[in-house]
């Protein structure tokens, strides 16, 4: 096995996300007073001491969930339940909704586009496309566009945009081997994106231009480049990548978008330099802090930090599921 497909599968298993047929890299409501982290979570499979309920004991721990943390006080609730998967999920920019994508109206895996309030309350479909997969829905900063992923049957998968509301649905670029979790840039003028080109093994990634309809790669490394996000004030990138000389060490980086310079790790500041698997790195509302996964045992966990990478500590500890893709 190759570094590249090496740290694809532990991005893989650190996101959570199936890939029929590669293993791709895997891997805010509240206020800046009261900071709520929405992530997804799932029992941890074949580990000691994980639950294993059916749909017929009424369990749903066997089952993606969506969960909210206080960040401050250390609390979480889960906000979605049933015989279904949810997750993927990310805050609108007023806080007010929560956007995701579920099965609860298809197959298992079959995945739509959802709304909810931030209770868990109130769920409404943006898209219903039961032969298409769609996931990791993002608000534009003005939160009358929505970014998304779509897997097409015999096409390949696409970079898409909608409505607000789910109307306007198309498909804007690809097709690709796979794509996953856009990020806007804050004024709205571009998404960023990680996607394995077809013909590839690797992943990087790309900004597609709003305007010009334009798409050029960001970050393109020999490893897996994933997992894009923006500190509000626009001036830093984060993503995770391996360390140039490294091999499956998957770590945090921040780009400063100022510099006018190329992007990758090698040229970029390292967040996390340890043993486990870092990555999925979300700056705060207010830019001070970074949640991020970090799995250095079983399971997957959520941990803060600092914007400049000091001051780790865990957020969400729990040794029988594994904490994904969280969103301030």
Sequence with gaps: MSAITRVGALLLAGCGVLAAALAFAACGGGSKETPLVVYEARAAKGEAGAPSYTPEEGGT???????????????????????????????????????????????PGRDDIYTMKADGSDVRRLTETPEIREWTPKYSPDGRTVVYVRVVPREGTFLALMDADGGNQRQVAGPYAFAEFPAWKKDGSQVYFSAIE???????????????????????????????????????????????????????????????????????????????????????????????????????DLWLMSRDGSNKRP??????????VPDW
């Design 61 to 107: 721990d066997e089952y993606t969930q969506v969960y909210v943390a206080d960040a401050k006080k250390g609390t979480t609730k889960r906000v979605t339940d049933g015989a279904y998967n949810s997750g993927n999920p990310a805050w609108s920019p007023d806080r007010s909704r929560i956007i995701f994508k579920s099965d609860r109206d298809n197959q």
């Design 198 to 300: 077809r013909g590839r093994n690797d992943a990087d990634i790309y900004a597609y231009d709003i305007a010009s309809g334009a798409v050029t790669a960001v970050v393109s490394s020999p490893a897996a480049d994933v997992c894009p996000h923006f500190t509000h004030d626009g001036k830093t990138l984060t993503y995770a990548s391996v360390a140039p000389g490294g091999d499956t060490n998957v770590d945090l980086f921040a780009h400063d978008m100022t510099s006018g310079g190329a992007a990758g790790p090698e040229v970029d500041r390292r967040l996390t330099d340890d043993p486990a698997v870092d990555d999925y790195g979300n700056p705060s509302p207010d830019d001070r802090e970074i949640v991020y996964i970090n799995k250095s045992g079983a399971s997957a």
């Design 315 to 324: 957020l969400v500890v729990t040794p029988d599921l594994d904490e994904n």
